[in-house]
């Protein structure tokens, strides 16, 4: 098969254990788009969490794209240009908000470039703003303060007391919002059908490719449906088992040039 497109899951994926690609994975999604390959880096993170990663690997010299929010952006990276975006409706600000005071977990959220917070020291919001090289203001009026449109909330808190709270934050937000915790300390709030499937396969109709000429990477649960619609999915070697399971083909470790592995396999071979 003539794939034309690589897409690329970050944590976990396309970034080893010190959140750093490789040089023989940056070498060969390189020598991919010289090619004439697409790169899309597919991630939940923000888009300003997604950009240093986007220029090491040059996406906008060579005319790639990013699906940030889980898919909720799309970045064409030469232009700049959002090709697509789905925000939260900004009448449930209020009420996810509450939800998280009612629960007593923090929440954040995005405006612009910089994360907006009811509590900035948090190791979990530490963690978000390091992993995507952010600031933080800390908001004590969030309800009143976040009235404009926002792509995703994320409550944050310890892993086993999400458990509980998540299956009473989408029974109260109801069937048109989608809610999931993409690390156990994460608990996403999204507008409904953002995954990463239902989104490459918005920007495979704009670009006019199939699915068929379309490698997936990935290794977490948010992976599982572009994986699954893909033309070749790839699990790497420390995915999670649904992933493995539903997989075409098992990749190595990130720590292990996986992604690399995968790309000379059937890209540049």
């Known amino acids: 098969m003539d794939y034309k497109m690589i897409v690329l899951d970050l944590d976990g994926t396309l970034t080893n254990r010190d959140k750093q690609i490789t040089p023989r994975t940056r070498e060969a999604l390189m020598e991919a788009q010289k090619m004439g ?3 899309v880096l597919a991630s939940g993170r923000p ?7 986007a220029r090491e690997l040059e996406l906008g010299k060579y005319g790639s794209y990013i699906l940030s929010y889980n898919g909720g952006m799309i970045i064409n990276c030469r232009t700049g240009e959002t090709v697509a975006s789905a925000l939260l409706p900004p009448k449930i600000n209020r009420n996810v908000i509450g939800l998280a005071r009612e629960y007593q977990v923090n ?3 995005y405006q612009g470039d910089t994360i907006i917070t009811l509590k900035k020291e948090d190791p979990y919001v530490e963690l978000e703003a390091r992993t995507n090289q952010m600031p933080v203001k800390e908001i004590s009026a969030m309800e009143e303060y976040v009235e404009f ?3 995703k909330f994320l409550m944050v808190d310890d892993g086993d007391y999400l458990a509980m709270v998540e299956p009473r934050v989408k029974a109260a937000l109801g069937k048109n919002i989608s ?3 993409s690390e156990p300390f994460f608990l996403e709030i999204l507008p409904r059908g953002i995954d990463k499937a239902k989104r490459l396969e918005a920007l495979l109709g704009i670009l006019g490719l199939s699915r068929e000429e379309v490698i997936a990477c990935g290794d977490g649960y948010n992976d599982l449906s572009m994986i699954r619609f893909a033309g070749l999915g790839v699990a790497m070697g420390n995915a999670v088992l649904p992933v493995r399971n ?6 190595g470790t ?4 996986g992604v690399a592995q995968v790309v000379e396999k059937f890209v540049l071979s």
């Open 149 to 151: 449109a926002v792509p």
């Open 254 to 257: 990130n720590d292990e040039d």
């Open 37 to 39: 390959k697409i790169t």
């Open 179 to 181: 809610v999931y915790r």
């Open 47 to 53: 888009t300003q969490g997604v950009m240093p990663l």
């Open 107 to 109: 929440i954040l959220t």
């Open 246 to 251: 539903a997989a075409d083909y098992i990749t």
